[in-house]
């Protein structure tokens, strides 16, 4: 089945020590988007891409970078990660917006990891 | 601004009693609407979703939604809900400007069923 992955599930990190979140894809979609989610909070979009044109949300902290190398594979870098940052990272996909060869909400509709567990220690 | 409102954070409900999760949204023209599900410590599934047509929409697990543009709601309802539907509810409205499928959510509604 096509799907959204992440890995890995529960990620334990240090005060300060670098890590990286990967997502893959087997949907083929031209967009992939990465959510903070605290507990018991909505989705906070951190940002997305649009292909390799890369989309920064205006108040997602510098300690929060992302690369996509293809269009199967998208990762969150957090450079610096702070007590704060401990949440649920969900990654999503969704097809071309501007294809209108798709109906409205088929384009819009977003595809869901399983989202990776981070706690700072 | 664009904006979705859930009302309710916590709902109870007994098992095999009829459950509707209320939604409102705020959005300038006619909006793509979504519900998402999310079981604990999982990722988000899609519930269902509305454009258009018709304004009562199916969706999986025996889940419907109904959009009324005159009261800017898409509320969720089931008619008999089983313990397994205990979960996180967020409604999304689109999309969001610049294009893109920026999706705004709802802060979510948290789902008790009681034996």
């Known amino acids: 089945d096509a799907m959204v992955i992440q890995n890995p599930r529960y990620q334990v990190t240090q005060f300060g020590k670098p890590v990286t979140l990967s997502c893959s894809q087997t949907l083929n979609h031209n967009v992939m988007y990465w959510y903070q989610q605290k507990s018991s909070q909505a989705p906070k979009l951190l940002f997305h891409y649009y292909d390799k044109d890369f989309n920064n949300e205006a108040d997602t902290p510098d300690n929060f970078q992302s690369r996509r190398p293809n269009t199967s594979f998208c990762f969150l870098d957090i450079r610096s990660p702070g007590l704060g940052d401990a949440a649920m990272y969900l990654c999503?996909?969704?097809?071309?917006?501007?294809?209108?060869?798709?109906?409205?909400?088929?384009?819009?509709?977003?595809?869901f990891g399983p989202g990776t567990r981070l706690t700072v220690t | 601004a664009q904006s979705v409102t859930q009302p309710d954070i916590h709902i109870t409900v007994s098992e095999g009693a009829s459950l509707e999760l209320r939604c409102n949204y705020s959005y300038g023209a006619t909006p793509y609407l979504f519900w998402y599900v999310q079981s604990p410590g999982q990722g988000l599934q899609l519930l269902l979703k509305y454009f258009s047509g018709d304004t009562l929409v199916q969706g999986i697990k025996g889940f419907e939604a109904e959009f009324k543009r005159s009261q800017s709601s898409f509320n969720l309802r089931k008619p008999s809900v089983h313990w397994s539907d205990a979960a996180e509810y967020f409604c999304a409205v689109g999309p969001f400007s610049g294009g893109y499928n920026k999706l705004i959510f709802g802060a979510g509604t948290r789902l008790a069923v009681h034996p």
């Open positions: 999503a996909t969704s097809r071309d917006p501007r294809d209108k060869g798709l109906a409205g909400a088929i384009r819009y509709e977003q595809y």
